[in-house]
């Protein structure tokens, strides 16, 4: 038997393309019927996951090669209550997360208008009610994706779709994808003050792709409460200073940045982590997507220190980081607190 993880930890930053185990993936496809690229399962289990021999140039190959066909797969009803469910159970398995925060885009889940988007939502948080009262000891919420491949009327829909649903236990809206030249996020900035006066938790991917001028505007006029990565604030004291000041918090994911090539290697990595815990900036470690890139918050955190890019207690701290940050609440012993006692078992 495996040892079991006692430290409680929570993610917050995890997609749920990237997020399910391939057997489960499988399985979803053959049930509904979808006819795969390929007829062997070890070769279905390679195409969708990146073990450290593979690197994506970018981030258009990885969402071309990779999110295309999970997210095909996901896009029913059925499929986001299985894929949901069995993350948040496998996580409190693997690694003790006892919060969850999982995201996705629900229209990159309804075929392209053929799927409704509140049978998709509804059949995620329902996937999710099943995975806390099984694991009665993890809270989790689902935070809902716009995306800069759509216009801001359909992003205006995931927003109106997120609020609909906050009491049922969407906490957050999120901003993703690739760079697009026909995206504005200045266009896209009451979409997500609506959500806020909603009381939905903002996060935003920014930086992550070195769009320095998008982070800019992201941190001094939108003011997400969390921002996905952030790389690129490294490069700019000032927009450090911004970010310590308003409490804005990194999610950082070490083994996604590096294969898809958003940072070159090691050191580059080591010099942007150091760079910011040195100014002041809130982290939290994360892995974008577990099963994907064949990692979790503890094989992340191993990571880092093996590395020499942090050390223990500075690890634990981002775990503290992530409590605090969290859009939406842990419980224990029916009372609300952001950062659990680590009981040893």
Known sequence: MAQRETTPRAELHTHLGGAVDPVIMWTIAHRQGIRLPVKEYWEFEDMITMGPEKKNLGIDEMDKNYYHLTELIQSSPEAMEEAVHSVIGGGYRKCNLVLQELRFSPMKRN?????????????????MRRAIMEYPQVNAGLIVALDRTFTPAQN??????AIKYAP???????????DRDAFSMKEHAPLLARARKAGLGLTVHAGETG???ELRYVVRHIRPERIG???AAARDPQLLKDIVKQGIVLELCPTSNL???VVKNVQELHTIIRTFLDNGVRITINTDGPEMYRTSVVKEEEFLLANGIMNEKETEQCTKWAFEAAFVTLKENGKN?????????
């Open 111 to 127: 075929r392209t208008g053929e799927r409704d988007l509140d049978f998709i939502i509804l059949a995620a948080l329902w996937g």
């Open 156 to 161: 205006l829909i995931t927003v109106e779709k």
């Open 168 to 178: 049922d236990g969407i906490v957050g809206v999120d901003v993703l994808g690739p």
């Open 211 to 213: 769009n320095l001028e």
């Open 229 to 231: 990565h952030g790389l």
């Open 259 to 261: 294969r898809n090539s």
């Open 337 to 345: 607190t952001k950062v659990p006692v680590n009981k040893k078992k």
